[in-house]
C-alpha cells in the first residue's frame, strides 16, 4: 500500500494521474512538483484561441481551484525537478529539497526543440507554455513579416493564425510539404495547397542555415539554396523532445522518452505518463504520442498500474489540428509509409475522410471538417478491418457526407 506518491510534471498528465490515484483511493500524501508558475492549463488553445486573441488565458485553466483544493495535494509549482534517486526513492528539487516518494509519477512533457544557433536574439521565438504564447502573441501584434521554422502542426496553426491577422508569412520546411512525415504525401499535399491558398509562402524542401539580426533584433532568415527571407519575428517549431534532463543519471532507460513496459512502468514503484513517456504498445509496439487526449487516457491507467492494477496500455490514439476553418481529426497511425484512400467527401468539397492501411489491415482514419464521420471510421481502426472489407463496406453508406 502506498503512501507518499509524487507527481512530477502539474499538466495535463500529472493533473491527471493525481486526479485518478484519489478517485482509486489513495489517501496517502499526494504532492505535485510543476516547473510552471501557473495552475495546469490547456495547451492546444494556446496556438488556436489563446494566439488569435480571441480567448484570454483563464478560459484554458484545466480546473478551478475549488477543484484543486479536493485533490488535498501538496502543490510545488515554479519548482523544478532536478534529480531523482530511485533507489533511495527522492526527487531532489532544483533548490535542493528532496521530495520521499514511496510511488512516482514522471509526466513532465516535452520542450521545443532548438536550432544550433540564433536564438539569443530578439523577436525569436518557442511555442510550448502559456507564457511562449503571450510573447508570441505580442510579437505578432507588432510584426509585419513572420517566419516559421517547420511545417508541423505548430508551424502550420501558427501559419493560419498569422495569415488571418494579415501578416505576410514564410513557412519552411526541409521535408516536401507540411506535415507530410504525420500524414503521408497525399494529405500533406493538400495542406501545402490549403496553406498557399490562403496567402502562406511555403519553403518546402529548403533549410534554415542562419538567422539574422541587426541591433540585437532578427530581421530574417537564410536558406540553404542561398535564398534570405525578410522577417522581423521568426517562430522555431521543428519539434519537441521529451523532459527528461532532470532524470540523467538516474539509472531509467531514457531513449526517446521515458522507457516504459506495457503498464506505463518505468521502474519498481515508478510510471511515466503523456508526451514524456514511450512505452510499448501492446498491439503496435514502441511509441511516444504527443497527443492531447493521450496525456488524460495514459495518466489515468499508469495511474491505476502504480497502486496495483495490470492494465495494458493499448489506446486507439487520437489527435486534431484546427488550420484556417479546416479541422483535421486523426484516429490511429497515420503516416507517410502507409496506404491512404479518401473513401467519403473530396477536397474540392472541403471535407472528406480517408482511411490509412498497411496493406493488410486499417490503421488509422482521418477526417477534413467531418467531425461526426471521424468517430464512425474509428471502429475500423479499433476493430483493424481488413483494408479491402472497410474499403468496400463504406461507400455502400455506412458514411454519409455532412458535417
Ligand atoms: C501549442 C500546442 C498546441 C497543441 N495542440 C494540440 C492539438 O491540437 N491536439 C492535440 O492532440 N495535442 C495538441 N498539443 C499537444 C498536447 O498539448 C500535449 O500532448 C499535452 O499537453 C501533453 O501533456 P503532458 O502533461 O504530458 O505534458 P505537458 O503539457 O508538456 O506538461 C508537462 C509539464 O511538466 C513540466 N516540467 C517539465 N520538466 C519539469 C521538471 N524537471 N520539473 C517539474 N516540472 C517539469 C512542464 O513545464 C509542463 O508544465 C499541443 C501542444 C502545444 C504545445
Excluded at 488550420?323 to 484512400?341: A, E, I, P, T, W
Aim: charged share 20%; hydrophobic share 45%; net charge negative.
Amino acid at each position: 500500500m502506498l503512501s507518499q506518491v509524487v507527481v512530477v510534471g502539474a499538466s495535463a498528465a500529472g493533473l491527471t494521474a493525481a486526479e485518478a490515484l484519489r478517485r482509486e483511493g489513495f489517501a496517502g500524501e499526494l504532492t505535485v512538483i510543476g516547473d510552471e508558475v501557473h495552475p495546469p492549463y490547456d495547451r492546444p488553445p494556446l496556438s488556436k484561441q489563446i494566439l488569435r486573441g480571441g480567448w484570454e488565458p483563464d478560459r484554458i485553466v484545466l480546473r478551478t481551484a475549488d477543484l484543486l483544493a479536493d485533490l488535498k495535494a501538496s502543490w510545488l509549482l515554479g519548482t523544478p525537478a532536478a534529480g531523482l534517486d530511485p533507489v533511495g526513492r527522492k526527487v531532489v528539487l532544483a533548490d535542493g529539497r528532496e521530495i520521499g516518494y514511496d510511488g512516482l509519477v514522471i509526466a513532465t512533457g516535452a520542450t521545443p526543440r532548438r536550432l544550433p544557433f540564433g536564438h539569443d536574439v530578439a523577436g525569436v521565438h518557442l511555442l510550448r507554455t502559456l507564457d511562449d504564447t503571450l510573447a508570441l502573441r505580442d510579437g505578432l501584434r507588432s510584426a509585419g513579416s513572420v517566419a516559421i521554422v517547420g511545417a508541423g502542426f505548430l508551424g502550420a496553426e501558427v501559419a493560419a493564425v498569422a495569415r488571418e491577422a494579415r501578416l505576410e508569412v514564410t513557412m519552411i520546411d526541409p521535408l516536401p510539404a507540411p506535415m507530410i512525415r504525420q500524414f503521408g504525401a497525399e494529405l500533406a499535399g493538400l495542406l501545402a495547397q490549403l496553406h498557399q491558398s490562403r496567402g502562406v509562402n511555403l519553403r518546402c524542401g529548403v533549410g534554415v542555415t542562419a538567422l539574422t539580426g541587426d541591433d540585437g533584433r532578427v530581421t530574417g532568415v537564410d536558406l540553404s539554396d542561398g535564398s534570405h527571407v525578410t522577417a522581423d519575428l521568426v517562430l522555431v517549431a521543428i519539434g519537441a523532445i521529451p523532459a527528461t534532463t532532470w532524470l540523467a543519471g538516474s539509472g531509467l532507460s531514457l531513449g526517446d522518452g521515458v522507457e516504459c513496459d506495457q503498464y506505463c512502468v518505468a521502474a519498481p514503484g515508478i510510471v511515466a505518463a503523456g508526451d514524456v513517456a514511450s512505452w510499448h504498445h501492446p498491439g503496435i509496439g514502441r511509441r511516444r504520442l504527443e497527443h492531447r487526449m493521450n496525456a488524460t487516457e495514459q495518466a489515468t491507467i499508469a495511474a491505476k498500474n502504480l497502486l496495483g492494477a495490470q492494465l495494458p496500455f493499448a489506446p486507439v490514439s487520437y489527435f486534431w489540428t484546427d488550420q484556417y476553418d479546416v479541422k483535421l481529426q486523426v484516429y490511429g497511425r497515420s503516416g507517410d509509409d502507409l496506404d491512404f484512400r479518401i473513401v467519403a467527401g473530396t477536397p474540392t468539397e472541403d471535407r472528406f475522410a480517408a482511411l490509412y492501411g498497411n496493406g493488410h489491415h486499417v490503421t488509422g482514419a482521418l477526417t477534413w471538417n467531418l467531425p461526426r464521420q471521424a468517430r464512425l471510421l474509428r471502429t475500423h481502426v479499433a476493430n483493424q478491418t481488413p483494408w479491402q472489407e472497410a474499403l468496400a463496406s463504406i461507400p455502400t453508406g455506412e458514411l454519409e457526407v455532412g458535417r
